[in-house]
């Protein structure tokens, strides 16, 4: 089936899977899906990713995090901001604060995918895809 919003798509997907406490969860590849899952590695959110498969049916397997005995998510939220019926810009003086500081948005910019963090370091802007906390 076709999925016009990848990046909604793979939220939902791992937003599923942490509910149902799975350890990995299996998401169609994109360069767009890659980068947002190197960022949620690099931030701790996720174990880690691998690409399977080869031609058209690539997809990305993801490792889950959990913590404590009951197997707590790592990733309580996770929140689609910029949609494609309604982008979302922010310049880089307005870049958003997720739960002042704990969580991360997500922002694609001219130099690629990185943490509003990120962006506020090298003084870049750009479009706010999402928020995980």
Request: aromatic content about 4%; overall charge positive; charged content about 25%.
């Amino acid at each position: 089936m076709a999925v016009n919003d990848t990046i909604a798509d793979m939220l939902t997907r791992i937003r599923n899977a942490n509910m149902a406490r799975h350890q990995t969860t299996h998401v169609p590849s994109t360069k767009m899906t890659r980068n947002i899952a190197k960022v949620l590695r690099e931030e701790g959110f996720i174990s880690d990713f691998e690409e399977v498969g080869e031609g058209v049916k690539r997809e990305l397997t993801i490792s889950l995090k959990y913590k404590g005995k009951n197997r707590q998510p790592l990733i309580t939220s996770l929140k689609r901001v910029s949609k494609p019926g309604l982008r979302v810009y922010s310049n880089k003086k307005e870049l958003p604060r997720v739960l002042g500081g704990i969580g991360i948005a997500i922002i694609s910019t001219s130099s690629g995918i990185m943490t509003d963090r990120e962006a506020r370091r090298q003084n870049l802007g750009g479009e706010v895809l999402c928020y995980v906390w």
